[in-house]
């Protein structure tokens, strides 16, 4: 095992493998931009090397300042987390260049796995069905559209760089199309530098469920079961659980061994998801390859949970050389586990993202939760990153525990400076068709109005009580709350 | 309406008691906003106004033609003189590796841009003005 690594990413995932570093002994070293100087996983980490400005592309997106920061601490890897530079083939390639062990995938099979066309020619060669789709050699507006035809309106719009549903358009019919092709090219080249369009056939009502899966450099390949990630809005997930409602036993076993094959076929190396849409339930249900992302992905907790699998430790012991512990036979799931992704956002305004400081953040602690999360009270949510706050894991014997378990987790997660979408979630994990599982991709948009509508009412009258009593701090941001009394404290019985 | 004890328990936690039933909640703030969060819930309350205290939920139309939040101007669509009708984009915004569409809440005409294409701008400033 190597003795230094570098975690090139910042928020809850980078304090995630830090945590992983601390239990095998290995030194960790944090980077961090200027926005991040008092962030936790600056303190955290054994080391730490800042590395540029607040906008990720001069900081946590340079290969250059990134590797720096390696050389100058003398690090022997480099793990990337997700998002940033983690399915970056060309940094993948510059690690190693530089005598560095990159934690994940060879770089050719990032890159292979990364163009959407690539991936399915290998899905193909593994024999796994995917969904009608291409990348228009020809990127105009009008080859765009000659090639959406054939497919059949809806079609679906996406970066072929991209992934998290960042770019992605529904297009309903094709006078719609020129409209979504402009916003998704945006987008596409401001998240991934590449304004390069894919266009595929929309399932109706699929859900998305995706395979984890594992592999060393000695050839040995297992399949972590699946995680059911149908609740999404705007293509991007909410909610994970696993397992499925959805899957039998031979159907899940179906589409690990097909994650597996498509892993092996790909010559793929370390952690990585294989991601499907499924249409129907049962053993009747028809699945289809969609992409697969060489990486940790953020709902990766749920599997540790019902597998008792760390996978964080798994992939370091692979980047170092090491087989796989145990085989397929050994692995099975235990009871079931859901993720909800706790965002400073604002459902009442479309989840527009929020921006702002953390005046009391207390995260919940109880049997059965697990809190992920990379921000402290008297932090802030910056402007200039993702907005995820925090993910809040509940496992339970059954899904009606876990679910249980992550609502009376949120209704005791208060977090105060920005809004959230605590509530929200709340209301989703509450929703008749989610307590059945009756999920699909579609659901948490088709329910949307209801899910606001009964998180965002005004305040009772025992909240503006509480507003009336509380001890108030200067408007000043950061400062926390104190304990010093004001005459507010005194009152008693306030007629609210 | 109902009477309720509150009691601080210190740190920004607050215990509500209806006389039977109690319950935990979290407040801090300045009194023009004061965050609350109970059952899992969040609320900002103004009680600068003492019993008058008003809730304060910040929307679309009191926010006029304003950033919701930091976020870099992407593109201005419209220029000074111009008519728009309702839902015409005026500004994209963009934040967080999203876009922010700022559309016209009414028809009128543009009375001003304050706005220019690569801009940092801040909540609260509009952006642009509608006669």
Redesign the interface.
Known sequence: MFRRLLIANRGEIAVRIIRACRELGIESVAVYSDADSSAPHRALADRAVRIGPAPAAHSYLSTEAVLRAAKETGAEAIHPGYGFLAENHTFAAACIAGGLIFVGPPPDVIASLGSKIAARHVAARAGIPVVPGETPSDQSEAAIADAARPIGFPVLIKPSAGGGGIGMKAVLDEASLPAAIAQGRREAIAAFGDGTLYVERLIDRPRHVEVQVLLDGHGNAVYLFERECSLQRRHQKIVEEAPSTALTSRLRARMGEAAVALASTAGYRNAGTVEFLLEGTGDEARFYFLEMNTRLQVEHPVTEQTTGVDIVLAQLAVAAGEPLPWSQGELSQRGHAIEVRVYAEDPAQNDLPQAGPLLLYREPMMPGIRVDSGVVEGGEISVHYDPLIAKLIAWGDTRERARRRAVAALRNYPILGVRTNIAFLIALLEHPRFISGDVDTGFVDLERATLVASSADDPPAEAVNVAMAATGIAATGNSAPTNVPDPWTMLRGWRG | ????????L???R?Q?S?GTQQ?????????????????????V?D?TG??D?K?R????DDMGLAS????TV?SVHVSEGQPVSRGDLLVML???????PIKAPRDGRVRKVACAQGELVQPGVPLVELD
Do not use: Q
Not at chain 2, 57 to 60: A, E, G, Q
Not at chain 2, 68 to 71: F, G, Q
Not at chain 2, 94 to 100: D, T, V, W
């Open positions: 309406m109902v009477d309720f004890d509150v009691t601080p210190g740190n920004g607050y509500v209806d319950r935990l909640a979290y407040a801090t703030g300045p009194s023009a906003s004061r965050w609350v969060f109970i059952d899992g819930r969040t609320f309350v009680v003492g019993t205290s809730v939920r910040t929307r679309d919701p939040m930091p976020a992407a963009e934040a967080m590796k999203m876009e922010l």
